[in-house]
Every structure is written in C-alpha cells, then in structure tokens.
C-alpha cells in the first residue's frame, strides 16, 4: 500500500526540541521531492519545509528558518523534521506529503502528527 | 494573514453549482500552477486539482478548476451532502520562495 506515516509527535515545553519523522511505503521515495505542511487547530495550512530527491535543494518558510531542519535517509524511506526552540505557535499537526512532479503540488499525504507546545 | 485569499465559507444546496476563489498576485498564482485540496475535519488534506485544471485519477468531473491571471477558481457542479468539506489552494510564490495557501474555505452543502 502506498502510504506516509508521520511519528514523533506529542508534548514538549516552550524552548524544547522534538524530531519528526515519515515513513514511506509503497512507492520509490529516492525519486521523490518530500515536503512537511502543518496545521495550527482550526487554521489554515501552512507549508514547512521542502527536500529534493536528492537532497541537495532544501527550502524553509522565512519564519521557521533557523529553528527547523528537514532531512530525508532514501535507504531507510524515511523523512526527517528536527524541530529546536519550540514555541506556543508551533503547536500543530504536522503532515508529510510527497510532491508530484517538483511544482509543489501535493498528491500523498500522512495522517499528521500532532505536537503541542505548552509548559 | 494568508498570501491567497480564499472565501472563509460558501454555500449551495444540493444539486446545485458552487464556486470557490483563490486570489494571489504575479509572484504566485500569476506564474505558477494552482491545486486545489480537499480537506474532511480530523482526516489529511486530499488532492484535487493540480496544474490549474487537472484532476488526479479517482476525482470526478463535477470538480474542475480554473485559472485567470492572479486568480484561481474551483469549481463543484452537482452538489452533494458528501462535498461538505474545507477546500485550500496552495501553489508556489516565487518572491517569497515558499508554499503558500489560502486560509480554507468550508463548504456547506444546504
């Protein structure tokens, strides 16, 4: 079955860190471009971060540079968001989704993982 | 503040026609493709439209999208109860470097 499955969520105090991670099953993930979106409770989506194939072209949105790191193991089928100096607004559910055809248009997505930032 | 403007709710009876509008700018919408998701509470976001107007293998043809300039347009003929749903358009922003969605719209199927 094709599938992503997001781990790695839950609680953690304002100033921690929490890793993420995606598995992907069912498809060839080393030819795919592999995104995270989030969703604050009762918002709008919002895009994370981007990773090529490959690696080696890597996009953040302006306002999570700095904080966050997505990498992606293409032998393990797995994607990776290491997420440091967590705050309040950072609390959301946080999606995989894998991209199409590299215009950022997002045909598989997991069931997201839930992080909560509060102390 | 989302960089597209997308309607927060809509509304049509069953059976009936609804449009959904998403509005950017040259950066955005303007020179790049537009999607469409489909969104039920408490479950991921679905494809639906991709590259302005096309749709994903399963999607039937009562959903279409279009694009004019800096604005986007989904489209739902033959309303049903089934369709209550929030619908996002996302596409890339080229200043930004970025994803950007509009902020969702809920659709209620009257």
């Known amino acids: 079955e094709v599938q992503l499955v997001e781990s790695g969520g839950g609680l953690v105090k304002p100033g921690g860190s929490l890793r993420l991670s995606c598995a992907a099953s069912g498809f060839t993930f080393s030819v795919y471009s592999m995104n995270w979106v989030r969703q604050a409770p009762g918002k709008g989506l919002e895009w994370v971060s981007s990773i090529s194939s490959s690696s080696s072209s890597i996009n953040y949105a302006d306002s999570l540079k700095g904080r966050f790191t997505v990498s992606r193991d293409n032998a393990k089928n797995s994607l990776y968001l290491q997420m440091n100096s967590l705050r309040a607004e950072d609390t959301a559910v946080y999606y995989c989704?894998?991209?199409?055809?590299?215009?950022?248009?997002?045909?598989?997505w997991g069931q997201g993982t839930l992080v909560t930032v509060s102390s | 503040q989302s960089v597209l403007t997308q309607p927060p709710s809509v509304s049509a009876a069953p059976g009936q026609k609804v449009t959904i509008s998403c509005s950017g700018s040259s950066s955005n919408i303007g020179n790049n493709y537009v999607s469409w998701y489909q969104q039920f509470p408490g479950t991921p976001p679905k494809l639906l439209i991709y590259?302005?107007?096309k749709r994903p293998s399963g999607i039937p043809d009562r959903f279409s999208g279009s694009k004019s300039a800096t604005s986007a347009t989904l489209a739902i003929t033959g309303l049903q109860t089934g369709d209550e749903a929030d619908y996002h358009c996302g596409t890339w922003d080229s200043s930004l470097s970025a994803v950007v969605f509009g902020g969702g719209t809920k659709l209620t199927v009257l």
């Open positions: 989704a894998r991209d199409q055809s590299n215009y950022l248009e997002f045909d598989l």
């Open positions: 590259d302005n107007n």
